[in-house]
Nanobody
């Protein structure tokens, strides 16, 4: 089973930027569509962005124009570039194979606050 490790979170001021990374184990990372998700305190986990194995991307309306998902299949790594961050982006961010309901990593905390 593919295992995932997220990193890159932190505390940032409103309007700032962060780049999240997700490193996957296994040799078939490039075959899978991948997604970034987030869960804020007291809320359900929600989809943020997705990228197909061929690089086609899709975004939640709340992050369109601010977040960019990308992947480097040679490095088994998924990225999420987050710009113009807002306090409502505060959450634990996770990556996973699109549609997979198990195998979640530990996530990485993003806090947007002045």
């Amino acid at each position: 089973q593919v295992q995932l490790v997220e990193s890159g979170g932190g505390l940032v001021q409103p309007g700032g930027s962060l780049r999240l990374s997700c490193v996957a184990s296994g040799s078939r990372f490039g075959d899978y569509p991948m997604g970034w998700y987030r869960q804020a305190p007291g809320k359900q986990r929600e989809s943020v962005a997705a990228i197909s194995s061929g690089g086609v991307t899709n975004y939640a309306d709340s992050v369109k124009g601010r977040f960019t998902v990308s992947r480097d299949n040679a490095k088994n790594t998924l990225y999420l570039q987050m710009n113009s961050l807002k306090p409502e982006d505060t959450a634990v961010y996770y990556c996973n194979i699109l549609g997979r309901r198990s195998g979640w990593g530990q996530g990485t905390q993003v806090t947007v606050s002045s």
